[in-house]
């Protein structure tokens, strides 16, 4: 089972052989596919256990009789899976055949691997055995995973294909001089790049979005819990001990609310990120954490596209944050943040030397120019527009309040003032500037993302004008890049195009030197 | 390797502004008519068809039903005379893309960055020998860059030509692009 005395050497070798999943994967594959199926068809599952709790002449010994048959029967389907997974190295391509009931052949060559992730659940731990997964150009819906090997296969496969991808043998890194020190390309020993340290694990909690994550799951619990004290509150002598003003009582409630969110946010970071390590491997950053559920992700820093500088609303009056690496085809939000290259917990200062180091000029943000001030007038507009329609439909469905003149006079204040203090923040976030072979384009509006990336990694720009924009000589200019659309609205005519001159020319030179950058990522064939 | 920042002269860079557009095919003008004329005859008869118990209202009915047909006429107009100033050029290292009548919109695709071209048309469109050229970039997860309204001929050259540059080989000579 697990061969931890052999040199990591005899794995590389052996990997030209056609190899098997480890035994131990056909458990895995059970628990994992039984948990997926419960998980997508819980309902249906709870409507067919009530269901059988209604028929008198099944009993326990029937349905038990029926999940043994169940299990054999998954039991037989992984065992064929296992038997007919097998991959191997042909020199630089990866080769995997599998299938069930349809037989597919897919190959990875090494010069499309942009992201290799290895998972290793607790139950795993002791059989030594890993879920190894690769990602090409294509982004995320290109992810082929091997599901169970053992631990030495993973990291010399992983060795393989990120010594043969680009940025090392081949000198195809798609922008020159971005990637590093000159000892980069060369597989050195590795040295740790950030280690997290216990408070800023839980800082990262307090200020990361889990916490309204964790809020919005427990939500539906409350009704029950409200229910439950109404029920059980009169025979508790809690007289005793509340304050006696209802108001404080109200208040120290929300106050225990919040830290109940507060200790399960730093849980939820305690779990995902102990003991959190990014380490530079020359050309690969490879990061480990975990607390049960280890998982290590490698970079690739040829496929580096964008590093984003994120900042929560709390994260900023706590004075922290943490970076996001993109590749290619990682657009999808926050929701897909977490299968990201993060790097949690940092403070700015931490930040700009990460960045600096993954992009030698990149560090230290720049001061931001801000866009023109009719952008402000045009986001309050929108903002009144949008707060009068919600309080209109709001009349129409329940009601008119019955206010006085005045009355309504403060509600069209306070909106008016809401939408004013809303646009006034949203327009001072938005800010971009351009250092070098870098642009700097930062977004938000209580909390803030600052995109940070290579004038060549932009993929597409388009130009926009509306009918007032024309008159006032404004343009807007939206940047496609790996992680989606960067808009910079109501920049100055001449400035925009400037800048977009200066983009395409930058994108059209330094890529006309790297085509493997175009090359589609994996190539499919079924047998 | 070292860390390279050459300095560029901005004065020396080619305009955005300054590129020759050639206009789409005219034929996409009568084409978007009718595609938008269909849509708002289909919302139309909805308005006119949907049963109303209330008698009040349903007087109503047919003037609502009117409303929206002028609304269909005043969009098929607009979508004409957008599809009229539409235009597209295709550079060395790029496809540029401008459409829009209110909000005017130049999309620029570099070519080195093209995975992919597609070629697309419904029954109108065939109609009146038009295609549109769909372009992929990598990881994305639809087309960064829809041609519209380019003659069959046309459109098949200007693919030949992505294509080209996607497998690397130099383009054909314009004027074999451009013959009918």
Not at chain 1, 292 to 312: D, N, P, Y
Not at chain 1, 375 to 396: E, T
Not at chain 1, 425 to 442: N, S, T
Request: aromatic share 6%; net charge positive.
């Amino acid at each position: 089972m697990s061969e931890e005395g052999e040199p990591p050497a005899s794995d590389e070798r052996a990997l030209t052989d056609w190899q098997r999943l480890s035994p131990w994967a056909m458990g895995l594959m059970l628990v994992t596919a039984g948990l997926s199926l419960v998980r997508q068809h819980l309902p249906l599952l709870l409507a067919a256990v009530a269901g059988l709790t209604l028929v008198e002449h099944i009993g326990w010994r029937e349905v038990g009789g029926a999940a043994a048959l169940l299990l054999l029967l998954g039991g037989a389907l992984c065992l064929l899976y296992y038997r007919r997974f097998r991959f191997r190295l042909d020199e630089d391509v990866l080769v995997i055949q599998k299938g069930l009931f349809e037989h597919r052949e897919f190959k990875v060559a090494a010069r499309h691997v942009q992201h290799i992730a290895v998972h290793q659940p607790l139950y795993l731990r002791p059989f030594d055995v890993v879920q190894w997964q690769v990602e090409t150009l294509a982004g995320e819906a290109s992810r082929i995973e091997l599901p169970g090997i053992r631990r030495g296969q993973a990291d010399a496969l992983g060795r393989r294909l990120q010594a043969d991808g680009p940025g090392n043998d081949r000198g195809e890194a798609p922008v020159e001089g971005l990637t590093g020190e000159p000892d980069a390309v060369a597989p050195s020993a590795s040295r740790v790049r950030y280690a997290l340290p216990p408070r800023a694990l839980a800082l990262h909690g307090l200020t990361s979005r889990s916490i309204y994550v964790i809020a919005a799951v427990l939500s539906p619990l409350v009704r029950p819990l409200e229910r439950w004290l109404h029920d059980r509150l009169p025979q508790l002598d809690l007289l005793a001990w509340l304050p006696a003003s209802p108001l404080v009582a109200v208040g120290l409630g929300l106050v225990a609310v919040l830290l109940v969110l507060a200790a399960l946010a730093v849980l939820a970071a305690w779990w995902r990120f102990h003991g959190y390590v990014l380490r530079d491997d020359g050309e690969r950053q490879v990061q480990v954490s975990g607390l049960f559920h280890r998982q290590e992700q490698a970079l690739s820093l040829a496929r580096l596209q964008v590093v984003e500088w994120v900042q929560t609303g709390l994260g900023r009056l706590l004075g922290r944050g943490y970076l996001v690496c993109h590749q290619f085809g990682s657009q999808g939000g926050g929701a897909a943040e977490s299968r990201r290259f993060l790097v949690p917990g940092l403070t700015l200062t931490e930040s700009e030397r990460l960045i600096g180091e993954l992009w030698p000029g990149g560090d230290r943000l720049p001061p931001l120019s801000r866009v023109s001030r009719l952008y402000r007038r045009v986001l309050w507009l929108r903002i009144l527009l949008g707060l009068g329609a919600g309080v209109g439909g709001l009349i129409l469905l329940v009601g008119a309040p019955p206010l006085p003149p005045w009355g309504w006079a403060m509600l069209a204040a306070s909106l008016v003032g809401l939408g004013g203090g809303a646009a006034e923040l949203r327009w001072r976030a938005l800010g971009w500037a351009r250092r070098g072979a870098y642009l700097y384009v930062r977004q938000g509006l209580w909390g803030q993302r600052t995109s940070v990336f290579p004038l060549p990694h932009l993929i597409s720009l388009s130009l926009r004008q509306s009918w007032l924009q024309r008159r006032r000589s404004l343009a807007t200019l939206e940047l496609q890049v790996a992680n989606g659309r960067l808009t910079l609205p109501f920049l100055e005519e001449p400035l925009a195009r400037a800048l977009a001159d200066q983009l395409l020319a930058s994108v059209e030179s330094a890529t006309e030197r790297f085509p493997e950058t175009r090359r589609r990522s994996a190539c499919v064939a079924r047998r | 390797m070292t860390f390279h920042n050459e300095a560029i002269d901005p004065e020396a860079l080619p305009s955005l502004a300054a590129v020759p557009l050639t206009p789409v095919s005219p034929r996409l003008a009568p084409c978007q008519a009718i595609l938008v004329l269909v849509r708002w005859l289909l919302i139309t008869a909805v308005v006119l068809l949907f049963p109303v118990r209330d008698e009040a209202l349903a007087l109503w009915q047919p003037w609502l039903a009117a409303g929206a047909g002028g609304l269909g006429l005043i969009a098929m107009t607009l979508g004409w005379v957008e599809a009229r100033r539409r235009a597209y050029g295709l550079r060395e290292h790029d496809l540029i893309y401008r459409r829009g009548l209110l909000v005017r919109r130049t999309q620029v695709l570099p070519l080195v960055r093209l995975q992919h071209v597609e070629s697309l048309s419904n029954p109108v469109e065939r109609a009146f020998g038009l295609v549109r050229l769909a372009c992929f970039t990598a990881g994305g997860r639809g087309a960064d860059l829809v041609l519209e309204g380019l003659p069959t001929q046309r459109a098949e050259a200007v693919k030949q030509h992505l294509l080209a540059r996607l497998s690397g080989t130099p383009p054909e000579p314009r004027q074999t692009e451009e013959s009918p």
